[in-house]
């Protein structure tokens, strides 16, 4: 199962994450080891932004994401039309989103809206919820 996650590119990521269940994709994470996973997505949506899109805008956006060895918590900074990650929560995120690990999967492939996550309430958020919607535009997601 693992290796159906071990991709390359966010379109592999997309094909490999649709349609399967939670106990799957969970499965797959725990066998790759989560940290690994999580890392080389956050790698991939720091290649996928589009500075254009951000269009000069900085912030800073927090992502609690639940596994099976508990919450982990990563930190998008966008600035100067870079985007960078780092584990661990951020002093003061203009957005943080809380999900679970598949639906985390799900939203950054694109085989889930972020807004049906919302309000199917698979997706928490506190801060700017406008700001939200917007940032998702800033990264080149896969055609679901």
Do not use: H
């Given at each position: 199962?693992?290796?159906?996650?071990?991709?390359?590119?966010?379109?592999?990521?997309?094909?490999?994450?649709?349609?399967?269940?939670?106990?799957?994709?969970?499965?797959?994470?725990?066998?790759?080891?989560?940290?690994?996973?999580?890392?080389?997505?956050?790698?991939?949506?720091?290649?996928?932004?589009?500075?254009?899109k951000a269009?000069?805008?900085?912030?800073?956006?927090?992502?609690?994401?639940?596994?099976?060895?508990?919450?982990?918590?990563?930190?998008?900074?966008?600035?100067?039309?870079?985007?960078?990650?780092?584990?661990?929560?951020?002093?003061s995120p203009?957005?943080?989103?809380?999900?679970?690990a598949p639906?985390?999967?799900?939203?950054?492939?694109?085989?889930?809206?972020?807004?049906?996550?919302?309000?199917?309430?698979?997706?928490?958020?506190?801060?700017?919820?406008?700001?939200?919607?917007?940032?998702?535009?800033?990264?080149?997601?896969?055609?679901?």
């Open positions: 199962m693992a290796e159906q996650l071990d991709v390359s590119t966010p379109a592999e990521l997309a094909a490999a994450v649709k349609d399967k269940s939670d106990d799957d994709l969970n499965q797959a994470l725990n066998e790759l080891g989560i940290d690994t996973a999580l890392d080389k997505v956050f790698d991939g949506m720091t290649d996928a932004f589009l500075a254009e269009d000069g805008q900085s912030a800073v956006v927090q992502y609690d994401i639940q596994t099976a060895d508990g919450q982990k918590t990563y930190t998008v900074s966008v600035s100067d039309g870079k985007c960078s990650f780092s584990r661990g929560p951020a002093d203009r957005v943080t989103l809380r999900l679970a639906d985390f999967l799900r939203v950054v492939t694109n085989n889930m809206a972020g807004t049906q996550a919302f309000f199917t309430g698979k997706l928490k958020l506190t801060g700017d919820m406008m700001f939200a919607q917007v940032q998702q535009n800033w990264f080149d997601m896969p055609k679901a």
